[in-house]
């Protein structure tokens, strides 16, 4: 037996006699040494348990993935193929009314198949709860209709959708609400805010596919890598996508208080504030704008421009207050006054999202020598 071979099997031994040395589970660590095999090239051994519960054999293709961080993501390429999630759910095992909200967890979560076993008695409710969940997402449909069996595919792929893409939309969505309501204000038909609900339903629905995208993206490199995202941008993403979210939310507040109190607004007495709604329209505007271009000095000018129309607006609420005349429009008035400022936080949340998705972006990682 050769040096060298006998060097390997001292060296196997030595890491066998080390607690902490051979990983044999997820979660577990290992350390190994990088071997020199001449000519330039570098190797390093697989943990044994590891390749076997991958199922790979010699020849065998395993993708290397450099990740910004510097490590290295090993991924056999069987991976790749597409593999489906599947979830079940008996319903005598949850409980009372609350199968939308488990569905929609099952959604969030990633599930692209979900079964529900029932009592035929139930039928109809469950339809009723299934109807609306299919209303709330985008992508599934129901697949099978039985007795005792509901079961949903998802056919929407998930990287199909950029994230980007559905941020624009839940955007618009937001912004063409406002325009119809400065538009109501202003003495347009109140017909054209009907719809309001209907918009802020899209908007809830492309929030949850974002949070869909986003935890499958973190579980899966391949996700991440056809949408063009890192981890760190898609939470930052979601992030993004609640603060719209929210934003819609008291867009149609105030989009109902100018629908069914649109005489006491416009009271002859009061300065209100929906005059404001433009030029925060014109500030989140300029954050959108820079999910793009990441212009730092854009961004604070228009989160400086956001604080401004708070503070106008907390002395606009204090003058209501101490007026000494009290009449109801003035209700109607600190209730919209309020939700405007509400718009203004969560377009500055927006921002300071835009600012970490910067700052993480700059970062660079420089190794310190330790004495």
Not at 97 to 123: C, N, P, Q, T, W
Not at 235 to 259: C, F, P, Q, Y
Request: hydrophobic share 35%; aromatic share 6%.
């Amino acid at each position: 037996m050769g040096i060298y071979s006998k060097l390997h099997i001292l060296y196997i031994g030595l890491l066998r006699g080390r607690n902490d040395s051979m990983a044999s589970g997820p979660g577990d660590t290992s350390i190994r040494k990088i071997q020199s095999t001449g000519g330039g090239t570098f190797t390093l051994s697989l943990p044994k348990q590891w390749v076997t519960s991958q199922h790979l054999k010699t020849s065998n293709s395993i993708r290397i993935d450099w990740r910004p961080s510097g490590a290295l993501r090993l991924t056999p390429l069987e991976q790749d193929k597409r593999t489906l999630r599947t979830i079940n759910f008996n319903l005598e095992h949850l409980p009372n009314e609350s199968l939308f909200d488990h569905l929609m967890g099952a959604y969030i979560a990633g599930a692209d198949v979900i079964r529900i076993r029932h009592d035929s008695k139930k039928k109809r409710t469950l339809s009723q709860q299934i109807r609306r969940f299919l209303r709330a997402t985008r992508g599934f449909e129901l697949y099978v209709e039985e007795d005792r069996l509901f079961e949903l595919h998802c056919l929407l792929n998930t990287s199909d959708m950029p994230i980007t893409s559905s941020l624009n939309r839940m955007y618009l969505q937001l912004s063409s609400a406002i325009r119809d309501i400065l538009s109501v204000f202003e003495g347009d038909d109140p017909t054209f805010l009907d719809d309001l609900e209907e918009r802020e339903s899209e908007v809830d629905a492309m929030l949850h596919l974002i949070e869909r995208q986003v935890r499958l993206l973190i579980d899966n490199y391949s996700i991440a890598t056809k949408l063009n995202m890192t981890r760190i941008q898609s939470l930052e993403s979601g992030n993004l996508a609640r603060s719209l979210e929210r934003m819609m939310d008291h867009a149609v507040l105030i989009g109902k208080n100018v629908h069914e109190h649109s005489a006491a607004l416009g009271h002859r007495e009061n300065n209100s504030s929906i005059k404001k709604l433009g030029e925060w329209q014109n500030a989140l505007k300029e954050l959108m704008i820079n999910i793009r271009i990441r212009d730092a000095n854009r961004i604070e000018e228009a989160r400086t421009q956001l604080k401004m129309i708070q503070n106008d607006l907390k002395d606009h609420e204090r003058a209501l207050f101490q007026s000494d005349k009290k009449n109801s429009w003035m209700l109607v008035e600190h209730s919209v006054s309020e939700s405007i400022r509400r718009l203004c936080a969560y377009a500055r949340d927006f921002g300071e999202t835009l600012i970490n998705m910067n700052a993480y972006k700059g970062i660079r990682q420089d190794v310190e020598d330790v004495a």
